[in-house]
């Protein structure tokens, strides 16, 4: 019986050692201790939904996100580039569907500030957090 209490504390405190509190509907942070970081390839979902007219040439833009302690994508804007308004309509949809490991600041997992810069040269991403 003991062995089976010591196992519960055990399996209990690992759990909780491992959960970083949530600390939403704050001011987006800046400057944070981890970043948040994208859980998908942003490369690859960006190719595969690539319009056809952005096959050919060469594109740039960046985007401001604020993305909060969920995860989750609250807002995104273009900030500049070289895409038309639905071109930059596309990549704001697409950047809003990924999913994300939230910042970390003070240990919690905090709302924060993310910038994307996006380089299409003949139908190939590349993406610089």
């Known amino acids: 019986m ?6 519960f504390l055990m399996i209990a405190f690992s759990t909780f050692a491992q959960k970083v509190p949530e600390h ?39 985007l401001k ?24 309509s596309w990549l704001t949809n697409i950047i809003d569907k990924v999913k994300w490991k939230a910042a970390v600041r ?5 709302t924060s500030t993310v910038f994307i810069e996006v380089s299409i040269i003949n139908g190939k991403a590349s993406i610089k957090i």
């Open 65 to 88: 996100l604020y993305v909060n302690c969920k995860g989750e994508t609250e807002k995104s804007t273009y900030q500049n580039g070289n895409l038309d308004t639905d071109q930059q």
């Open 24 to 62: 939403c509907n704050q001011i987006p942070f800046a400057k944070v201790d981890q970043n948040a970081t994208p859980k998908d390839d942003l490369q690859k979902l960006i190719e595969k939904e690539l319009p056809k007219k952005l096959k050919k040439g060469d594109y740039n833009a960046t």
């Open 2 to 7: 003991k062995y089976l209490f010591a196992l």
């Open 106 to 110: 003070e240990d919690n997992y905090v």
